[in-house]
């Protein structure tokens, strides 16, 4: 049902169509069994019935060397937070998902900027379609400078205003892309904490809504939480 990390919307949305119907309890369940986590989280072993003889056998979470165990537990946590957070979009939300896109291609840009090129491939043509070049020019405008390089280059960075808008638990980046971004919004903030929060879930399509809020009050969740 899941591998490392949700690798792409689809299957992000299998995940959160199996919470609305078997429950954030079951599913993160299934998550925590299929990293091995079971037992850290405080679960005895789940037992199952043999087919050939009807004897029931206990299934172990696999070994795991302590440092991979803390390993799979930050994945897992990583994966059930991008499941909260990242909803499926209403319609009428465009405006937001392109900003939210060109926020993480600058702090995730090599030395924190991008060009106007890059930053049109990270939004997309399916969602530069769906709304006018205007509309996406006053986004740049909105969270971006405009800087040029030495070698006559336009370029754009984020403002420091916008640096709070960066959440760790965007889908469209990869761990590596995360934890670069992660530390050039670090030193862009001087040591300030910034509170990061993810989208608002009014612009989430209603029916998935309740998604997060399962999620967050999962007592399968806080077990993982405070192991």
Not at 79 to 95: Q, R, Y
Request: glycine share 4%.
């Amino acid at each position: 049902m899941c591998s490392t990390r949700i690798s792409n919307i689809k299957n992000q949305t299998q995940v959160q169509l199996g919470i609305l119907r078997l429950g954030a309890n079951h599913v993160v369940g299934l998550i925590l069994k299929h990293y091995g986590l079971l037992k850290l989280a405080g679960f005895s072993s789940p037992v199952r019935s043999s087919d050939s003889n009807d004897v029931m056998v206990k299934e172990d979470d696999p070994i795991l060397e302590k440092d991979f165990l803390v390993t799979m537990a930050e994945a897992c946590i990583r994966l059930i937070c991008t499941v909260a957070t990242e909803l499926p979009w209403k319609e009428d939300s465009n405006h937001i998902q392109i900003r939210r896109e060109i926020v993480h291609a600058l702090v995730a840009g090599e030395r924190g900027v991008c060009t106007h090129s890059v930053l049109e491939n990270c939004v997309g043509e399916g969602k530069r379609r769906k709304t006018s070049d205007d509309a996406m020019e006053t986004v740049i405008s909105d969270v971006a400078e405009k800087e040029t390089t030495s070698s006559n280059t336009t370029v754009f960075r984020l403002k420091d205003e916008c640096l709070k808008e960066y959440d760790p638990f965007f889908l469209h980046l990869r761990t590596q892309q995360h934890q670069q971004a992660h530390q050039y919004v670090r030193e862009r903030s001087k040591g300030k904490v910034l509170r990061h929060e993810p989208p608002s879930v009014s612009n989430a399509i209603f029916s998935f809504r309740e998604i997060r809020g399962e999620i967050l009050t999962s007592p399968v969740v806080l077990l993982l939480i405070n192991t």
